[in-house]
């Protein structure tokens, strides 16, 4: 699948070293037609999770702006409201949860049909009155397990292929993007945003 990937980051970008020059015009177009489908198929693509997981708070967090993916993060307390938010909120969040919530976050990639996801959670520390976050691969609990499996059943539905860690970590020569130098741009960066979450 990697040679698969390079394939079409070659078609994306090229061998050109920014973002102006015309090769990266297909990247733009991608993400143009991708956003174009449905009206916005970022907002479609909320309603079927909505719907896939009903019950369970999902945040449309895609933002165009050096994400090249459309990105929803799952509230894994179902029955539990949950909107974008600033630190404040998202520590009243967390005490309300008794000091721990977890998140399942989905990326697909407007440029090409590949998916990836992780999960993450936030941890109340009152004695910096902060929140501690961990990433993981893997869930958190069973029930964050099944709440997966449909998600992944969603995406292979829809022809989107998994790109896990080992590939999305490699290094692409020859290529720059607005915050990644040549040298340092991954397959992940290159299909899902400049910088990695």
């Known amino acids: 699948m990697e040679k698969e990937v390079l394939k079409l980051i070659n078609y994306l970008y090229g061998d050109n070293s920014s973002l102006n020059e015309p090769k990266y015009k297909r990247r733009r177009e ?8 449905y009206g916005d198929y970022g907002e479609h693509l909320h309603v079927e999770l909505l719907q896939l997981l009903k019950g369970y708070a999902i945040e449309n967090l895609t933002d165009w702006n050096y994400d090249s993916c459309f990105r929803f ?5 179902p029955g539990v409201p949950y909107t974008v938010r600033d630190e404040a909120s998202a520590i009243e969040l967390v005490q309300k949860l008794c000091g721990t919530a977890y998140f399942l976050v989905l990326e697909i990639s407007a440029v090409g049909p590949y998916y990836r996801y992780f999960f993450y959670q936030e941890i109340y520390d009152p004695s910096n009155q902060t929140l501690i976050e961990t990433l993981s691969a893997s869930p958190f609990s069973a029930d ?5 499996k449909k998600v992944v059943r969603y995406c292979e539905g829809k022809g989107l292929k998994r790109l896990g860690k080992e590939v999305l970590d490699r290094i692409v020569p020859d290529i720059a993007l607005d915050l990644a130098e040549k040298g340092e741009v991954t397959i992940y960066n ?4 400049d910088t990695y979450h």
């Open 30 to 37: 991608m993400i143009e037609q991708a956003t174009s489908i």
């Open 144 to 148: 964050h397990a099944d709440i997966l």
């Open 73 to 77: 993060d799952v509230l894994l307390h």
């Open 190 to 193: 290159c299909l899902f945003a």
